[in-house]
């Protein structure tokens, strides 16, 4: 009897992301995909998505697949991808095509997508431009691609605002770096898609703050459970939990209180001239006269 393994996607770990495990992580991204996909999706417009055929890849569980599929038209052929098949089945839903796999070695066929997008993805991978160079494979010349990330120096603002809990974010990012992964990628999103040899690259923040959603909304992402298997792995004491723990109570019971959090996406268009596959099979009959 063959023992199967479920792969990992880089330094993201469903079930031991968030206290609570694969149950809470699935209401994790849900909340989070509520409290500002929105607006993600008004600069995903803008920045070219529409039709055709869209791969959303690292989809997850499908909170974000749920909500292109009712947002695309409805001719839109919709592939939801992702090395985590466990998690992926939950993203399973009416004309949506699940596919298993690894974002840098994609089974689809070259130039036969129309729009790609990467959300939260790339700062999980240790090679961002290996995957970034396979999207550009399986986009058609001039098709676009998206990736929404974070930046660790930017991602929020809050008032009132606690430095004593600096350590216990920089322990966060710190303990993401080691699995390697990057919470400050956000910053080098456009250098990351000319160096995949991406064209037409731009740069658009967005923001969501407890002015359009109840603080209580900003719990997933805020509170203390996300840093609770940072204790279980011995990475945070107990009292610097309590500490966070402590601070977040205050700040949801404060009417005063103020938080926005800041994403960023990149967006870049696929070349019109040979794709790296192209390209490397030119090469390859140069080199032999006889496969001419």
């Known amino acids: 009897m063959s023992t199967v393994v479920r792969p990992v996607g880089g330094s993201y770990d469903p079930a031991r992301t968030t206290g609570g495990g694969l149950t809470a992580e699935l209401d994790r991204l849900e909340a989070q995909a509520a409290l500002s996909f929105p607006e993600e999706l008004r600069l995903l417009r803008e920045l070219g998505m529409g039709g055709g055929t869209v791969l959303e890849l690292g989809a997850g569980p499908g909170a974000v697949t749920r ?3 009712a947002a695309l ?5 919709l592939i939801a991808a992702d090395i985590d098949g466990e998690l992926l ?4 839903g009416p004309d949506v095509t699940l596919l298993v796999a690894d974002g840098a070695d994609l089974p689809l066929p070259d130039a036969c997508v ?5 959300r939260y993805v790339l700062q999980h991978v ?6 970034l160079a396979e999207v550009r494979r399986v986009l058609r010349p001039g098709g676009r691609v998206a990736c929404t990330e974070v930046d660790s120096a930017l991602w929020g603002a809050a008032e009132p605002s606690y430095p004593e809990l600096a350590g216990v974010h920089a322990k966060m990012a710190a303990a993401q770096r080691a699995d390697g992964g990057d919470r400050s990628i956000g910053r080098r999103l456009p250098r990351l898609l000319r160096a995949a040899g991406f ?3 731009a740069l658009r923040p967005f923001a969501t703050t407890n002015d359009d959603h109840p603080t209580d909304a900003f719990a997933p992402q805020l509170g ?6 940072l204790v279980a792995r011995g990475l945070l004491s107990l009292a610097e939990l309590a500490l966070a723990a402590d601070r977040w109570n205050r700040f949801r019971s404060d009417p005063d209180a103020w938080v926005m959090l800041l994403g960023l996406t990149a967006a870049a268009t696929a070349p019109a001239g040979r794709g790296p596959q192209e390209a490397a099979t030119a090469t390859a009959t140069a080199a032999d006269p006889a496969t001419a």
């Open 67 to 69: 909500r292109l599929r």
């Open 73 to 77: 038209p409805a001719d839109t052929t």
């Open 89 to 92: 089945a939950h993203a399973a």
């Open 114 to 118: 129309d729009f790609v997008l990467l």
């Open 126 to 131: 240790a090679d961002p431009v290996a995957v």
């Open 199 to 201: 064209e037409e690259v």
């Open 224 to 229: 203390p459970q996300r840093l609770e298997p």
